[in-house]
């Protein structure tokens, strides 16, 4: 029997030739199917894109294109539990797999609204008024937005299969250009689902979307400068990639959001009972226990005042205490698995890294109490907190354990802190939670060079705050340096990234003609 995962290519649901790697249930490790691309026409799928996919994005003007992000999403929502239920064979609790899922369509919703307000009833978007170029008035230019005559290739990571998918479709389908979409092999089967029921929805036109589960040979020799490429996942890969002929020879646009040591500063304002301290402390449980810590955003190094530092590591003790970890859905369970046991082998080999500097506060990565599941057959590990009284060791602001741990570090002064956020080399998020305005403006204006958003927490905002580990499609998501140096997010900007810019030049009538007026937005 051909248990692979088949893919949506050229219009057709299609299985590779079997072979390709096997994929188990993260709770159970019963085998769940293989993943091959083996014998799949991965040219076709280009030209499908190109010919027949983008023609009919670009004949819709941009509220056209809004209205199907919008039904895409709502088609997702009608169907959110079936992806609920796949989300828990790779380990999600239910509410691990509504940041993925519910966090995947509302995205989508919020890039339809945006498409819909900031974007003109047109092909076309015009960026300015016509700019005088000669002295007489009889020369002129302005700038001009269209879109793209290629595809939007899309490899993701395993964590958000879906959320990670309709992050980069959405721009992709209001710009006018094709997705073809390249899951993470251990989460192939959640995005490969979102797929289904979109296409099963019939909302969006034939060849707008296309997804290939397993690897894809010699799919960027057939990319060119029309195209893009929207990579999520490890620096390693990103690098490869960076580094093919397609992107360093012919264009390709290569936008990459890959490994990031996000911090979470607690001001010296903000001791054991201020609301500050446990914001502080609660955001830290919440960022290492959310989808088992294996989030791009996860607070992975959490800087504490040196007075502040033993009662930090006692309340968040108390607190992972209070963690159970076992199978989704099982009585009591608050923390789910990693995506595999692989995944457990690396965040193991990580904190074996992390251990020469550091001691541990709480958790043992190699044993674990579960709760309605086999320990050693699905990927649980412990929440593990470490803790290095020198914050200068270069391994905690190095290396990435992409699961349920964090390190807690000791700073004397606002500028040692901002420094030490630094040693990150660039990181996607950072919170201050403090009350002293002082401290927070010096703070934030310091460390946001090396950071694609910082979230000011304190008693006033807390009760709205998205929190530390949450993009927003309004803002920006993504991180200079170490984090991949693009953005995946920022509002209507990640649709601008889609389209060219063009200058065009001529009399002022001839512009007004080229661009008709009243589209300037
Ligand atoms: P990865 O191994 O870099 O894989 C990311 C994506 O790239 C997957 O879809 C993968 O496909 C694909 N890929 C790998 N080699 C490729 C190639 N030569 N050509 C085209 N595509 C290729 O990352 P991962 O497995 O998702 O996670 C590994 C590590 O990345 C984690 O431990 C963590 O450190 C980091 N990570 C970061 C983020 C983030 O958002 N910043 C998210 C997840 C993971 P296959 O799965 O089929 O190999």
Redesign the pocket.
């Known amino acids: 029997m051909n248990d692979t995962l088949t893919s949506y290519l050229g219009g057709q649901w299609v299985a590779g030739d079997g072979g390709g ?1 096997a994929v188990a249930d993260a709770v159970t490790g019963d085998h769940l199917h293989l ?1 091959s691309s083996g014998g799949l026409d991965l040219p076709g799928a280009v030209t499908f894109a190109r010919d027949v996919g983008g023609p009919a994005l670009r004949s819709l003007t941009f509220p056209e294109r809004a209205a199907l992000v919008k039904a895409a999403a709502a088609a997702l929502s009608e169907r959110k539990q079936e992806l609920y239920d796949l989300s828990a064979k790779a380990g999600a609790t239910l509410s691990d797999a509504k940041v993925d899922v519910d966090g995947g369509f509302g995205t989508a919703m919020v890039y339809a609204g945006l498409g819909k307000r900031g974007l003109p009833d047109g092909t076309v978007v015009v960026e300015d008024d016509p700019i005088q170029l000669g002295k007489e008035g009889l020369f002129f230019g302005q700038h001009i937005l269209t879109s793209r005559q290629g595809l939007a290739l899309q ?6 299969p879906v959320w ?1 998918m309709l992050e980069k479709l959405a721009p992709a389908l209001l710009a006018g250009v094709p997705s073809i979409v ?5 989460t ?1 089967y959640i995005a490969q689902h979102a797929v289904r029921i979109m296409v099963e929805a019939e909302v969006l036109p034939e060849g707008a979307l296309q997804i290939v589960c ?3 040979p010699g ?2 020799d057939l990319l060119d400068g029309q195209d893009s490429v929207g ?8 690098a ?2 960076r580094s093919d002929p397609a992107v360093t020879q012919r264009s390709v646009r290569f936008n990459a ?4 040591l996000n911090s979470s500063i607690l001001g010296p304002d903000a001791g054991p009972g201020t609301p500050e301290f446990d914001l502080f402390v609660d955001a830290l449980i919440t960022e290492m226990t959310v989808k088992a810590g ?4 996860a607070i992975r190094r959490a800087f504490v005042p040196t007075e502040h530092l033993e009662e930090v590591a006692d309340a968040v003790s108390t607190k992972l205490s209070e963690v159970v970890v076992g199978a989704p859905g099982a009585e009591g369970v608050t923390m789910g698995a990693l995506v595999g046991l692989d ?1 457990r082998d ?1 965040v193991r080999a990580k904190v074996a890294e992390l251990a020469a500097g550091t001691t541990t506060v709480f958790g043992d990565p190699q044993t674990v109490e579960v709760v309605g599941a086999d320990a050693e057959r699905g990927a649980f590990i412990s929440p593990v907190l470490l803790r290095s009284d020198d914050p200068a060791v270069a391994a905690v602001h190095a290396v ?1 354990a ?1 699961g349920p741990v964090s390190t807690l570090m000791p700073y004397e002064s606002a500028a040692q802190v901002v420094e030490l956020v630094a040693r990150g080399q660039g990181s ?1 998020a950072a919170s201050v939670v403090s009350y002293d305005d002082d401290f927070t403006r010096h703070v934030v204006q310091n460390i946001a060079s090396h950071h694609g958003r910082v979230l000011a927490l304190d008693r006033d905002s807390a009760p709205e705050s998205t929190g530390h580990g949450t993009p927003m499609p309004q803002l920006v998501h993504g991180g200079p340096g170490r ?2 140096g693009g953005q995946e997010e920022a509002g209507l900007h990640a649709v601008f990234d889609h389209l060219q810019r063009t200058a065009v030049q001529g009399s002022k009538a001839r512009l007004l003609s080229v661009t008709g007026s009243g589209q300037a937005r």
């Open positions: 790697n993943v490899i993701n990571a395993f964590n958000f990670g390249k899951p993470a092999t251990p192939a397993g690897s894809i799919l960027f990579f999520t996942g490890s620096a390693e890969t990103a490869k990639l959001e890959a490994d990031s294996q989030k791009c955003t995944q690396d990435e992409f996607l984090a991949g």
